[in-house]
C-alpha cells in the first residue's frame, strides 16, 4: 500500500461545529491541499474507519465528540495518518494521544485560538467594572446626571481610594493559555504591571515579555490590584483560587473571572463583594444560567455577563481556519503552531486526576 498522490482530509462533525464552526472559506482553503471528506460524528462506524483507512488528516469538529475512538490498535489501522485537528479545549476525548504522538502523527488543537477574543472581553469587563459603566449607563438611559468623583471625592478625607484604572495597577493572571496570554498583552499595552501564575510558563520567557512570574496563585493575590481567573477547568484547579487566596487580595480590589467558575471559591467570593470588600466582573457561572433570584444577580459591585466571553462566529471559526493552517504546515514539513506536546499533555492528563491518567503517565517515565 502506497501514500496516495493527494492527501484525503477526513472531516468529522456534531451539529453545533456544522452550524458555527464550520467555516466554507477554510473548507475551501483545505480542499485546495487535500481531497475532504465530511461525517457527521454519528456516522456508521465502518464508514468512519473506512474513510479513516485511507486519510492523511482528520479534524474533529465539536466541544464534547468521542468519535472516533481512535487507540494505539486503530491508529495503526490508519497508515497514512500524519495530522488530527481538534477543537476540543485540550481534552481529546476522543483520542489517544501518547499512542498518536509516538506515531509521528501531529496531533494539533486550536482552541485556545479564540483566546485572543475572551481576552479583549476580559479586559473589557475590567474596565467595565473598575468604573461601574453598567450602573451609569442606567442613569443616563432613566435621564439622569452625576458629576461626583470616580475615586471617592476629597482625597484629604484620609479614605483608602479604590482602584478605577488600569493604568498603574498590578495585574495578576491566573493561567498562561490562550486567553491569559493575549490578556497580558492587552494589560501590558495598558500600562499595568502584570504578574502571571502558570504551570508551564518559563522565567526566562515570562522576562522576554516584560511579566513578573509568581510562585503561587496567593503571592500573586498579594501583589494585584486586579485578579484575571483564566485557568481551564482541571481537576488540579478546582477552588484553584480559594477563600485564603481571596482574603490575600487588596482591599477594593478587581476579580474578572471568564475561567470556569469551578476554579473560584464562589461563595467566599461572593461574600467579599458583598461586604464590599472586592468587585467582580463575572462571565462564568457555577451553574448556567444562574437561578432568577441568585445573590449575585444586581449586586453592588459586580458587573455580569451571560457568558458570551467567547460567542462569537468569528472567534469560533478562527479554531478552524488555525487548524487548517497547521495541516499546511504539516505537508510543508514546518512545525505546526498548536500541536499537543508529550511534555504538556501529561501535565493535562495529570491534572484530570484520573487512576488512568497518572498510570499512563507513570508507564511513559519508566
Known amino acids: 500500500m502506497t501514500d496516495p498522490d493527494r492527501p484525503r482530509a477526513l472531516v468529522v462533525v456534531d451539529a453545533f461545529a456544522k452550524r458555527h464552526l464550520v467555516d466554507e472559506g477554510a473548507l475551501e482553503r483545505l480542499a485546495r491541499s487535500a481531497q475532504v471528506t465530511v461525517l457527521p460524528h454519528t456516522a456508521d462506524e465502518r464508514v468512519m474507519e473506512a474513510e479513516l483507512r485511507r486519510s492523511s488528516a482528520l479534524f474533529v469538529l465539536g466541544w464534547a465528540i468521542d468519535s472516533p475512538e481512535l487507540d494505539e490498535q486503530r491508529l495503526a489501522s490508519a497508515p497514512y495518518l500524519r495530522y488530527i485537528g481538534a477543537t476540543q479545549d485540550g481534552r481529546w476525548r476522543f483520542l489517544d494521544v501518547s499512542a498518536a504522538v509516538s506515531r509521528g502523527i501531529a496531533c494539533c488543537d486550536a482552541s485556545g485560538a479564540m483566546g485572543r477574543v475572551v481576552a479583549e472581553f476580559a479586559f473589557a469587563l475590567c474596565v467595565s467594572t473598575l468604573r461601574d459603566l453598567p450602573r451609569k449607563h442606567s442613569l443616563m438611559a432613566a435621564g439622569g ?60 520567557e515570562s522576562r522576554s515579555r516584560g511579566l513578573s512570574l509568581a510562585a503561587s496563585v496567593q503571592q500573586l493575590a498579594e501583589n494585584s490590584d486586579i485578579l484575571v481567573v483564566a485557568t481551564q477547568p482541571r481537576h488540579d484547579t478546582v477552588g484553584l483560587v480559594s477563600a485564603d487566596v481571596l482574603a490575600a487580595l487588596p482591599s477594593g480590589a478587581v476579580v474578572v473571572l471568564v475561567g470556569r467558575a469551578s476554579t473560584v471559591d464562589m461563595e467566599s467570593l461572593l461574600d467579599q463583594v458583598a461586604v464590599g470588600r472586592l468587585r467582580l466582573g463575572i462571565d462564568v457561572y457555577e451553574e448556567e444560567p444562574p437561578a432568577v433570584g441568585h445573590r449575585v444577580r444586581g449586586m453592588p459591585g459586580v458587573v455580569h455577563t451571560p457568558h458570551v466571553a467567547g460567542r462569537t462566529l468569528a472567534a469560533h471559526r478562527l479554531i478552524l481556519d ?36 497518572r498510570t499512563a503517565v507513570e508507564s511513559s517515565d519508566s
Open 145 to 204: 446626571w452625576w458629576d461626583g468623583w470616580e475615586d471617592g471625592g476629597d482625597p484629604s478625607g484620609g479614605k483608602v481610594l479604590p482602584r478605577t484604572s488600569v493604568f498603574g495597577s498590578r495585574v495578576g493572571i491566573v493561567g498562561f493559555g490562550g486567553t491569559g496570554s493575549h490578556a497580558a498583552d492587552l494589560f501590558l499595552a495598558a500600562g499595568a504591571d502584570v504578574i502571571v501564575h502558570s504551570s508551564w510558563l518559563s522565567e526566562p
Open 322 to 357: 488555525e487548524l487548517v493552517s497547521d495541516f499546511e504546515r504539516v505537508l510543508n514539513g514546518t512545525a505546526p503552531a498548536w500541536a499537543t506536546t508529550m511534555d504538556r499533555w501529561k501535565r493535562v492528563i495529570t491534572g484530570r486526576g484520573s487512576r488512568a491518567a
